[in-house]
């Protein structure tokens, strides 16, 4: 069974950057497709990014009805079990828990997603 592990959270100012990473360790990560979700308290886990195992990725769009696609950037390397989320241009909202999660399909439903990492914190600060 694939254990996931999150890492590269922290405090940063807005404005700045911060690379999440996900170990995948138990499992192979290319047959999984994986993504990056994301929590604040008393509110639902949001979708931000997902990537297929053929590469193909998938962005979310906040409840503002802004697109995360471009100060996001989700990649993966099967060699390294590694999946990673870029975020650059941090804002105060993007303050969360950030999860990683892997799947058997393609999906941006919560729900679809079998393996959950711990969470890693970011706060970013005004």
């Known amino acids: 069974q694939a254990q996931l592990r999150e890492s590269g959270g922290g405090l940063v100012q807005a404005g700045g950057s911060l690379r999440l990473s996900c170990v995948v360790s138990?499992?192979?990560?290319?047959?999984?497709?994986m993504a990056w979700f994301r929590q604040t308290p008393g509110v639902a886990r949001e979708f931000v990014a997902g990537i297929s195992t053929s590469g193909a990725t998938t962005y979310g769009i906040t409840t503002k009805g802004e697109s995360l696609e471009g100060r996001f950037t989700i990649s993966r390397d099967n060699a390294q079990n590694l999946v990673t989320l870029q975020i650059d241009a941090l804002k105060v909202e993007d303050t969360a828990v950030y999860y990683c999660?892997?799947?058997?399909?393609?999906?941006?439903?919560?729900?679809?997603?079998?393996?959950w990492g711990q969470g890693t914190q970011v706060t970013v600060s005004s």
């Open positions: 999660a892997g799947a058997y399909s393609n999906s941006v439903r919560e729900a679809e997603y079998t393996y």
């Open positions: 138990g499992g192979t990560v290319s047959i999984y497709s």
